[in-house]
């Protein structure tokens, strides 16, 4: 990694040489490889570093410029528009449990002193709230300002979401950082937004490396599945309310059952987002799936007498007929902490539920067979 910064730094100097009419603070440093991601950007300047998330639902425009400098150094003169980070960060509020874990795995705990939720986080963040090192904020949506204000917050990290606002805290001054890794297509892609965590606490190094590993795991087990002639079909979830959320054929989700050696039933419907649908329809398109797949937080276990109950047309799924449901209890296992990180996890027990043989000697991590 450090030969990778130092192959940039000659060339950099080598541009200074050749572009000296410009301003020094000016000349691109290097745009950092993002491989998989299609939301954010990283350019290096000499005294500064630009992170641009992309709006996931305009292509075309910015959500969010970020413009990072050392907070050891004074602010640089003459910077481009953007939200100015002095970093790395020290005083972070979090709003969600997937970005409290990637800051706990690139080892920056300690750096955040108020979270949204908690009972949705890991024991890592419960735990230090009973030290009184981390303070509950309460909802997400209708924090506590005043808590905001009095631990002093440097930073409030968040999952942005279409035509929303934060309320209250957007008059607070204090930076909104806005991830929106959970858009991208690709797991993978969403993996990289480790990069992006890295740069806001310094730790960059540790975090390429450890997705670097993540990524070789991740396509050696995407090679498994590469020939295999079976694929079964599968479906996802279940209703909530009037409605059946269908991730689209180029979400993270469609993109993992692909990898994973499966048919995803609903990959012809467009896009990343998820999609309203009624029951009937997804009775229709997805009756005679092989495999289905749900999530839930819950106390106890979800039994197929539990789904009956729930909702009787359940039972009219091949699936539901032939107990091949697969549940993922979120409550129990680090689900949302894990797999956005290392997306590996997570493929390595799709293939195990849809291709046993291919894996053999491999155990669950999140998934289990779904309770008689």
């Known amino acids: 990694m450090k030969q990778f910064f130092s192959f940039f730094l000659v060339l950099f100097l080598l541009s200074c040489g050749q572009s000296s009419s410009r301003k020094a603070h000016d000349l691109v440093f290097f745009s950092d490889p993002i491989i998989y991601a299609s939301v954010f950007t990283i350019d290096r ?52 449990s997937v970005h409290a874990s990637i800051i706990d ?9 108020g979270v949204c939720e908690p009972q949705y986080m890991g024991s890592f963040i419960q735990d230090k709230i009973k030290e009184g090192k981390i303070v509950d904020l309460g909802e997400s949506t209708a924090p ?19 035509n929303m606002g934060y309320g209250t805290v957007e008059k607070l001054g204090i930076p909104i950082i806005e991830s929106a890794d959970y858009m991208e297509s690709l797991p993978l892609g969403r993996a990289e937004w480790y990069k992006f965590f890295g740069l806001l606490f310094d730790s960059e190094e540790r975090a390429y490396i450890v997705f670097e590993e993540t990524e070789q ?21 279940k209703k909530y309310g009037a409605f059946w959320y269908i991730p689209g054929g180029d979400s993270y989700t469609a993109h993992f059952f692909k990898d994973a ?49 729930e909702y ?35 493929l390595k027990d799709l293939i195990k539920i849809f291709h046993p043989e291919l894996l053999p000697d491999y155990e669950l991590r999140y998934y289990q067979p779904m309770k008689r």
């Not at 795995?105 to 002193?113: A, C, K, M, P, R």
């Open 217 to 237: 795991r991740y396509l050696a087990l995407k090679e498994l599945t590469a020939s295999v002639e079976y694929r079964p079909t599968v479906i996802s979830e």
């Open 261 to 309: 050696g499966a048919e995803y039933v609903f990959n012809y419907v467009q896009g990343a987002q998820t999609e309203p649908f009624s029951f009937e329809t997804v009775l229709d398109e997805g009756i005679e799936a092989d495999f289905w797949l749900m999530k839930y937080h819950m106390v106890d276990e979800l039994s197929y007498r539990d789904l009956r109950m």
């Open 144 to 162: 506590n300002i005043e808590k905001i204000i009095d631990i002093g917050a440097e930073a409030i990290i968040v999952s942005p979401f279409q």
């Open 45 to 96: 300047y000499t005294d500064y570093t630009v992170a641009e998330v992309k709006d996931p639902w305009d292509s075309t425009q910015i959500l969010q410029r970020y413009i990072l400098v050392d907070r050891n150094r004074p602010v640089p003169e003459g910077l481009p528009k953007g939200t100015i980070l002095q970093v790395p960060l020290r005083k972070v509020v979090v709003y969600s």
């Open 105 to 113: 795995q690139l080892g920056e705990t300690d750096h955040i002193i």
């Open 312 to 346: 009787t047309p359940y039972e009219n799924f091949a699936a539901f007929k032939n107990k091949q449901i697969y549940t993922c209890n979120t409550g129990k296992v680090p689900y949302y902490d894990e797999f956005p990180i290392h997306p590996d996890y997570l």
